[in-house]
C-alpha cells in the first residue's frame, strides 16, 4: 500500500532562517507531487505541483521554491523565511497517467511552521 | 471568487443528529469532492462524485450534486464523536493537477 511521508511535523524558525520541508511516497511509481499551505482555520494554497523529476510548476509568486530529486521525493525550500512565511504545510500525491493526474490527492501528516 | 466554498463556516450538533454540508461552485466541473481533516493532521479523502451523477453514498455519508445549482451537499448521518473535523470540498482547477479548495466546515460533535 502507498504512504507519504513528512518531516518534521513541527518547526519554529527565526525570521531570515534556510528552510527545508521533506516528502516521500512509497508504495507508488510517477506520481504527481503537490505542495499545499493552510492558514489557521482556512483552506488549503497550491504553492507547487510537480508531474515528474525536475518538472515542477509553481502556482503563487513567493520566496519559496520546490525540488524534486527523484521520483518519490519533494522538497519545499527557502532561503530566508518571512513571517508570512508561518503556517501549515501539506504534501500530497496523486497517481500520475501519462502526464494527467487522476483526481484523489493522498495526503501526509504536515509541518507546523512557525517563523518567529 | 473561489470555487468550493462551504457553508456553514461552523456547525456544532449533538451526537446522534445528522449532519449536512453545503458547497457551491462557479464554474464547470468534471467531479467534486469531500476531504476531512483532523485538528492539524493531513486531509483524508472521504467521497468523489461525477458531474454526471447525482447522489452518492458512501457509509453514514450521503454526496449529493445540482449541477444546475453548481452546488454539493455532504449528509453525515448518525454522527459521532470521531466525526467532529473540518470537511472540505474540492472541485477540478484549470489544468489537470490544480484542484481548488474551500475554506471549509468545522464541524463538532458534541457528546
Given at each position: 500500500s502507498q504512504t507519504i511521508h513528512q518531516w518534521p511535523a513541527t518547526l519554529v524558525q527565526p525570521v531570515g532562517s534556510p528552510l527545508s520541508l521533506e516528502c516521500t511516497v512509497e508504495g507508488t511509481s510517477n506520481p504527481n507531487l503537490?505542495?499545499?499551505?493552510?492558514?489557521?482555520?482556512r483552506g488549503l494554497q497550491l504553492l507547487f505541483y510537480s508531474i515528474?523529476?525536475?518538472?515542477?510548476?509553481?502556482?503563487?509568486?513567493?520566496?519559496l521554491?520546490?525540488?524534486?530529486?527523484?521520483?518519490?521525493?519533494?522538497?519545499?525550500?527557502?532561503?530566508?523565511?518571512?513571517?508570512?512565511?508561518?503556517?501549515?504545510?501539506?504534501?500530497?500525491?496523486?497517481?500520475g497517467?501519462?502526464?494527467?493526474?487522476?483526481?484523489?490527492?493522498?495526503?501526509g501528516p504536515g509541518t507546523r511552521l512557525t517563523v518567529l | 471568487s473561489q470555487q468550493g466554498e462551504e457553508d456553514p463556516q461552523a456547525l456544532s450538533i449533538q451526537e446522534g443528529e445528522n449532519a449536512?454540508?453545503?458547497?457551491?461552485?462557479?464554474?464547470?466541473?468534471?467531479?467534486?469532492?469531500?476531504?476531512?481533516?483532523?485538528?492539524?493532521?493531513g486531509l483524508v479523502h472521504l467521497i468523489l462524485i461525477r458531474s454526471n451523477e447525482r447522489e452518492k453514498h458512501s457509509g453514514r455519508l450521503r454526496v449529493t450534486l445540482d449541477t444546475s445549482k453548481k452546488s454539493s451537499s455532504l449528509l453525515i448521518t448518525a454522527s459521532r464523536a470521531a466525526d467532529t473535523a473540518s470537511y472540505f470540498c474540492a472541485t477540478r482547477g484549470r489544468s489537470?493537477?490544480?484542484l481548488i479548495w474551500g475554506a471549509g466546515t468545522k464541524l463538532i460533535i458534541k457528546p
Amino acid at each position: 500500500s502507498q504512504t507519504i511521508h513528512q518531516w518534521p511535523a513541527t518547526l519554529v524558525q527565526p525570521v531570515g532562517s534556510p528552510l527545508s520541508l521533506e516528502c516521500t511516497v512509497e508504495g507508488t511509481s510517477n506520481p504527481n507531487l503537490y505542495w499545499y499551505r493552510q492558514a489557521a482555520g482556512r483552506g488549503l494554497q497550491l504553492l507547487f505541483y510537480s508531474i515528474g523529476i525536475d518538472q515542477i510548476s509553481s502556482e503563487v509568486p513567493q520566496n519559496l521554491s520546490a525540488s524534486r530529486p527523484q521520483d518519490r521525493q519533494f522538497i519545499l525550500s527557502s532561503k530566508k523565511l518571512l513571517l508570512s512565511d508561518s503556517g501549515f504545510y501539506l504534501c500530497a500525491w496523486s497517481v500520475g497517467l501519462r502526464g494527467r493526474s487522476t483526481d484523489t490527492q493522498y495526503f501526509g501528516p504536515g509541518t507546523r511552521l512557525t517563523v518567529l | 471568487s473561489q470555487q468550493g466554498e462551504e457553508d456553514p463556516q461552523a456547525l456544532s450538533i449533538q451526537e446522534g443528529e445528522n449532519a449536512t454540508m453545503n458547497c457551491s461552485y462557479k464554474t464547470s466541473i468534471n467531479n467534486l469532492q469531500w476531504y476531512r481533516q483532523n485538528s492539524g493532521r493531513g486531509l483524508v479523502h472521504l467521497i468523489l462524485i461525477r458531474s454526471n451523477e447525482r447522489e452518492k453514498h458512501s457509509g453514514r455519508l450521503r454526496v449529493t450534486l445540482d449541477t444546475s445549482k453548481k452546488s454539493s451537499s455532504l449528509l453525515i448521518t448518525a454522527s459521532r464523536a470521531a466525526d467532529t473535523a473540518s470537511y472540505f470540498c474540492a472541485t477540478r482547477g484549470r489544468s489537470n493537477y490544480q484542484l481548488i479548495w474551500g475554506a471549509g466546515t468545522k464541524l463538532i460533535i458534541k457528546p
